[in-house]
């Protein structure tokens, strides 16, 4: 979602804030904007439509001097992208920029309208500076008029607040979206998270839900959400986590897919030691009967992969949810069982609700995420990192690998606390799962195939997917990828459902790519491709060398995988499905890393 930088500084902050913000573009992409206060007391602001090339470029024509100033990158949610509705919003003597949404902004207009105030632009956001504006206008200080106006919010958000004449003087809030204060020598920083304000210090305060700051450069006085003065820890980060480069690569979503067999040998030296597996105190499945499972968008899809594998290795039921559906439909849950929130930012809105929705219900919750420092991990009973490393790209590729690999290794456990593996099965499935890492090399060299493959799906208004058993969550994300990367509508079915309606689709145009490896499943997901073949349909078959050959004739293409892995053979299927998402996309000339209309951290529902 939006991304938000503060900064009082010691030197001029335009170009900070625009570094910053090129931290957070991961965030938004849609328009940019920073407003500063100058040695004069002077509140200005320069925002740009679009990537923050534009913002910048505006910046050289019309520099914006100052050493206390807010930043910001939009995802749109009310208002289009604009320079109108782009933040820093301004009124009088006050800038604000936001992230989130304020619920309640039509009835503030309407009372704004009734006093004769009437906002520029279309955002909820702008509601929060005539407001602010307005109580000052009535007398209140700045402290005083940003408190007032705070309590009239509803809704989830992180604010910062920026006052004409007022060099030293910021103010944060934060309900519900995330927020970090950084602390610097005569300095200080607010940011949407601590990869932003990395460059500037290691010394960060996360802010509770519900706190509001009040920053000068002498240090930060926080209050909770009754309104009483707290002490929040201040953390040290390491700062060498939070370095991003392409390594040499052209984007970083080349780079994350290249990544893999390292990030996942790093989660198995975590988390498996000889024939052990290692969790936290508290995991332990006996008394379990059942284990509900719920992400969003990729992360679902991992969590949709690991309900296979919690039935058939640990007898365990398992429910898989998209966490905006769970979150509202009130589903009952059983006190001995154990709720796994997956998330990559450990961010996202709705799988955070679900996750406060689970607590007190459950035995247990879980939060299953590759930032160890969010709010879903903070919330959880236990925290299981995912270590896959920064992940930049908008399109997840090594977050859904790292999560397969450590929800396969609590299906494991489960398995094993169970009593459904002994220690020799336990063994036998860790050593499919160590031998993982290398498969994923070797499935690497993959990229020149799926290239080729490209040239033809880039071609494509329509392509199909097709798995069955857990290899149909893959196929779901292969469509996902495709869709989101290349812009092309594309679907994902369980084999054995095509032919209840959706093989009407085909004809001579639809690729469809079948996962099928040569396994107990091999036979009924090849009759489903002959049925697809017998309507003209033209396959991408993605196997290994015993199931091509096996295949017969017919298939216009295959990628062959290697064999291995066991149960955990969906980790390698990911690859081909990300590489071919990646080069169509690169084909068709879109933007890899940041897809329209896509942000890579979703906090508003
Ligand atoms: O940060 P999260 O894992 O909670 O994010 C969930 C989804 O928004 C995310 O996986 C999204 O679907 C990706 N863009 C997919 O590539």
Partial sequence: MCGIIGILGSHEVSPLLVDALKRLEYRGYDSAGVATVDASGRLDRRRAVGKLINLSDRLVHQPLPGQAGIGHTRWATHGAATEVNAHPHQSGRVAIVH???IENFRELRA???????????????ETVALWTAHHMDQGMGPVEAARATLSQLHGAFALAFLFEGEGDLMIAARRGSPLAIGHGKNEMFLGSDAVALAPFTDRITYLEDGDHAVLTRAGVQVWDAAGQPVDRPVARIDVGATIIDRGGHRHFMAKEIAEQP??????????????RIVLPEGLDFVALDRVTLVGCGTAHLAGHVAKYWFEQLAGLPCDIDVASEFRYREPPLSDRSLFVAVSQSGETADTLAALHYARGRVARTVGLVNVGTSAIARDSDTALPTLAGIEVSVASSKAFTCQLAVLGVLALKAAHDRGRIDGAGLAAHLRDLRAVPA????????TDDCRTQAAWLAQARDVLY????????????GALKLKELSYIHAEGYASGELKHGPIALIDGDVPVVVLAPHDALFDKTISNMQEVMARNGRILLIS?????????????????????????????????????????????GTDVDQPRNLAKSVTVE
């Fill in 99 to 101: 992230n989130g949404i």
């Fill in 544 to 588: 290994d060398a015993a199931g091509i050959a096996a295949a017969g004739d017919g298939v216009t293409a295959t990628l062959a995988l290697p064999t291995g892995g066991g149960v955990f053979q969906p980790i390698l299927y990911a690859v081909p499905m990300q590489y071919l998402a990646y080069h169509t996309a690169v084909a068709k």
């Fill in 262 to 275: 390292v990030v996942i040998g790093d989660v198995l030296n975590h988390y498996v030691k000889g024939d």
């Fill in 111 to 125: 009372r704004l309208a009734d006093l004769g105030i009437q906002p520029q632009s279309q955002t909820d956001t």
């Fill in 466 to 477: 097709l798995g069955r058993g857990a290899l149909y969550p893959v196929a779901l994300e």
């Fill in 439 to 446: 498969l994923l090399a070797q499935a690497l060299a993959l």
